[in-house]
């Protein structure tokens, strides 16, 4: 079960955005692009990505979560901590 | 001038494998994997991404800034600025 | 009502931690320390700063937002789009 | 020798800010302020302690390293290497 299911296609649109930016990059380096123009667009994928693990986690949450919260039972906990981990995971990266 | 000339085929694998890791993304998304599991792996890339911009921001100091500041003249001051203003984007991504 | 309200004096405590980080970071200033020093120690206090956010989104999280889930209504959906903001804001500062 | 000499006033008074805020933050745990607007000024604060930090490393490139340089030697690789260790600590907190 996923929670990003309605917006698969919206995910994997960004996720080709970020693989041509990546491209990009190689193609920079390759050319000896100046180091700060590079790094530049590096900001700007590492932002690409975090907007795409805002959006994954925003449909977990409303989807994964919420349904084992509404489901009640024991997994409710489980998942909130395993959410709160992933958070954590993404603030240290 | 780039400042990363010696480490040019260190860079590009780098950005090979985080090219792999996105592709990797795409993958796991359209097989319907969990989204915890699918957020694990992109705060998997958005290291690596990072790890690059340390890598290339230490090249630069290095190399630019450096050869900038030893050369004299009013274009080191300029270096200073443009560096602090990379790091600046950097920390905000 | 609150998320945190078992942990309260934990949370204190660590906020104490921090401020008492940020006096630290004031005498080093006032001192004329060495300036990567005092951004070690800037590093540190911003990883306790962080490590307080996580605390309270696990909290908010397992209390208000589980809360609002399991009572069902429509108050659901608006806490998690909060809290997805809230952690947008977190990862962006 | 610190880089941050000129520039001591205004640095005190940053931080003594974001002691204010810090300080803040322990008022509204104390009072059961809701755990998202808690949320929002532990962003803030971490916002400006990272604020304070590239300050730092500004003046610490301009003046420290700077000099380092200028001033010929071995120790300008040495403090371009510390400079870059400063960076990555503080991206990973």
Excluded: F, N, P, W
């Excluded at 489980?78 to 959410?83: D, G, H, L, N, R």
Aim: with cysteine; proline share 0%.
């Amino acid at each position: 079960m996923t929670g990003y299911r309605a917006e698969k296609d919206q995910l994997l649109r960004r996720l080709r955005r970020v693989e041509g930016q990546i491209r990009g990059l190689q193609r920079m380096v390759d050319t000896d692009t100046y180091c700060i123009d590079v790094l530049t667009q590096v900001s700007a994928a590492t932002k690409a990505l975090q907007a795409v693990a805002l959006h994954l986690l925003g449909s977990h949450l409303a989807h994964c979560v919420q349904d084992a919260i509404a489901g009640g039972g024991e997994e409710a906990d489980a998942k909130i901590t395993e959410a709160s981990q992933a958070i954590a995971r993404l603030m240290r990266a």
